[in-house]
């Protein structure tokens, strides 16, 4: 069967400019699906948005979409248009959203939603519809209905090392084009899935059930032979959780002669506990770590059961400077925060002298403990507020201040100074295009109370 799987647009095309990864979740998809000998083929909206020019003739008869929450309606745009352009094809979503909110694709424009993880369900799909077989027979999916979405029993979840590696061959036009500030090209890799700590605005743990999944270390070193790009980034959940795995990874693709830069999640905790970890990768090509910071004060950090202090924030500061790994630090901006707070926040990073900071505003996703304990106070559901960016909550500020505030931090937190070393890097053209970018984002962001 012809099969067309679509990666999204985002709602907010300058994020797409910020940094773009490989569609993994599709690669996966398409790998399953390659098994069976199906023609597959891979389209990145994001890159060519026009799905009518690239594939109008090809006539696919099931598309796959995936999604986001802050995706929703442009799936479900890209859904309508499916049908338009083939009416006979069959539509199938899946993706984060779906696994969280099936319900939320309770329209006739879908013909069915994954539950989980995909690969082998989207198997079992296309075989059934290829062969006359019952949907409803194959565990992990719910079916659209009118009187309620029905679903088929739960699939567990599935062993990582079970699946087929990623057929990256499938997006080759693409891949020069994804990229993660100054790692361009870069690819993508999953070696684990789920997380063994518990925040309150994640929904990632809560995915696999609290279980932390992981993928065999010989597998992965495989899986790296076969990427051409310098340039990796482990795209798992959080990719420390099991040190000693780790330990083993990286001594294996020492023992390889593999070497390209890596980056990847790790926690404050795990940074602090283990510094010889991070000492063996940065000798294997570790040069960034994105780090959840969140917050610079205990009780704040404790109200997101983080399960790290301040005092831990700092010591992994100081731990991963002094190995040469480049911190990339992320903090959620609670829609409470006062001037104090703002205030607070810049000092405290300028005091830890950090060289990258990002900010998001926190946000109830769907699928996490914060969104089932304040769903009351949402101020919008639209699904494109969900992007991190916007305040679902009401904020403390006045909006307009609020974001005004938002775009401040980026302005302070890190002096240029300081992020100079860092965006050499991106070489004289690429650093006039990223300051230009910079000042769009800070504009847009400045705005952001408009949207509502
Ligand atoms: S450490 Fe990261 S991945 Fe793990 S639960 Fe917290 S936010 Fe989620």
Not at 232 to 259: N, P, W, Y
Request: charged share 25%.
């Amino acid at each position: 069967m012809k099969i067309l799987l679509i990666q999204p647009t985002g709602h907010e095309p300058l994020m797409d400019q910020i940094y773009l990864f490989e569609p993994l979740a599709l690669e996966y998809l398409a790998a399953g699906l390659l098994l069976d000998n199906h023609d597959v083929r891979i389209i990145d909206a994001r890159i060519e948005p026009d799905i009518k020019a690239i594939a109008n003739d090809w006539n696919p008869d099931i598309v796959g979409l995936t999604a986001f929450t802050s995706h929703v309606n442009i799936a479900r745009s890209l859904a309508l248009q499916s049908h338009q352009l083939w009416p006979d094809c069959f539509v199938v979503i899946g993706g984060h959203h779906a696994t969280v909110q099936p319900e939320d694709f309770n329209d006739d424009c879908f013909d069915a939603v994954v539950i989980g993880e995909g690969v082998f369900t989207l198997r079992e799909i296309v075989t059934a519809i290829e062969h006359g077989g019952a949907l409803i027979d194959i565990p992990g999916i719910a079916l659209p209905c009118d009187e309620g979405m029905i679903y088929s029993e739960t699939r567990p979840y599935t062993d990582l090392n079970a699946l087929p590696f990623p057929a990256r061959e499938l997006t080759k036009h693409y891949r020069a084009h994804y990229f993660s500030e100054w790692f361009k090209p870069l690819a993508s890799v999953r070696t684990s899935l789920g997380c063994t700590a518990r925040c309150n605005f994640c929904a990632l743990w809560s995915i696999t059930a609290g279980k932390y999944l992981r993928r065999d270390p010989d597998q992965v070193v495989e899986e790296l032979k076969g990427i051409d790009e310098p340039n990796v980034f482990f795209c798992d959940d959080e990719s420390m959780c099991d040190s000693k795995r780790m330990a083993t990874l990286a001594t294996k693709i020492h023992q390889a002669g593999i070497r390209k830069n890596y980056f990847l999640y790790a926690r404050v905790d795990t940074i602090v506990r283990q510094p010889e970890l991070f000492r063996q990768w940065a000798a294997i090509g570790l040069k960034q770590v994105f780090v959840g910071m969140e917050a610079c004060s205990d009780e704040r950090l404790q109200r997101m059961n983080k399960g790290v202090t301040v005092a831990e924030q700092e010591q992994a500061v100081a731990i991963l400077k002094k190995i040469g790994v480049i911190m990339y630090a992320s903090f959620m901006v609670d829609p409470d925060y006062s001037h104090q707070d703002f205030d607070a926040l810049i000092r405290y990073i300028r005091r830890l002298k950090l060289t990258y900071a990002t900010f998001t505003v926190m946000t109830p996703l769907p699928g996490t403990q914060l969104y089932r304990d304040r769903k009351a106070e949402l101020i919008s559901h639209q699904p494109e507020m969900f992007d991190m960016l916007h305040s679902l909550f009401a904020t403390h500020l006045p909006d307009k201040e609020f974001y005004h505030q938002m775009a401040r931090l980026y302005e302070k937190a890190v002096p240029l100074y300081r992020v100079l070393p860092a965006l050499a890097k991106f070489g004289v053209h690429g650093l006039v295009l990223r300051i230009k970018l910079f000042q769009r984002f800070l504009k847009r962001l400045r705005r952001a109370h408009l949207d509502y």
